[in-house]
């Protein structure tokens, strides 16, 4: 049973079909399969412009959060470039309004649309890793702080995520948690590297590396 210590239901905006069918689909397997546990969703703004920077370490995380934020806001994740191969997930990620981003270097067209969908009010998903850790300590990407410094009125809101590497462990059951929180106050005249490193910190103080 998925449960919420928070029990908000803000309000939220329309959302695309897609995004909503996504929702749908992988409802058995995050709530009831994977015993989804949400807290902190009351610390998500329902609307206005919000980064949720949250930490990596499987395929599902994306959509794990996703769903535990469903009642509050769509979430416009930056995806890697190279799931836009396949045609059918091309349509998927196009319909959920996800941007895509080629790592390894510097993505200015990402960045941009990272910069729109926020300056819109929009709510945007990042991993500050930049990729799954698969049980390794990464170091944090500047993409995170170069977002919040372009949109200084953005609010961030850090997603710590677990127990989603168990999902595909059948017959062993995983207990999903997301957990919403607000990350301390940023020291003064923070550079983008540092509010990357202080985030990335803050979440696996919250989800240790799996």
């Not at 210590?5 to 079909?17: C, E, L, V």
């Not at 929702?23 to 949400?38: K, Y």
């Not at 469903?70 to 997930?89: E, F, G």
């Not at 207990?175 to 509010?195: I, N, Q, R, W």
Request: one cysteine or more; a positive charge.
């Amino acid at each position: 049973m998925e449960r919420n210590s928070s029990a908000a239901t803000g309000h939220i905006g329309r959302i695309p079909p897609m995004y909503r069918a996504v929702m749908a689909a992988s409802g058995p397997i995050v709530r009831w399969w994977g015993r989804l546990e949400v807290t902190g969703l009351d610390l998500l703004p329902p609307q206005g412009a919000t980064i949720v920077a949250a930490n990596h370490d499987s395929a599902w995380d994306p959509v794990v959060i996703a769903f535990a934020a469903r009642r509050r806001r769509q979430i416009q994740a930056l995806a890697k470039a190279s799931l836009w191969k396949n045609p059918l997930l091309r349509r998927v990620l196009n319909g959920m309004g996800q941007i895509p981003v080629r790592r390894g270097q510097a993505d200015m067209d990402a960045l941009d649309a990272a910069v729109q969908c926020l300056s819109n009010g929009g709510c945007l998903g990042i991993f500050p890793e930049g990729s799954r850790a698969q049980g390794r300590q990464l170091r944090a990407r500047s993409g995170v702080g170069r977002l919040a410094h372009a949109v200084p009125q953005a609010r961030i809101i850090c997603a710590a995520v677990s127990g989603t590497v168990d999902i595909a462990r059948f017959p062993r059951r995983p207990h999903l948690k997301v957990t919403f929180f607000e990350p301390t106050p940023p020291p003064p005249s923070e550079t983008a590297p540092d509010l990357a490193r202080r985030l990335t910190a803050e979440l696996r103080a919250v989800a240790p590396v799996a």
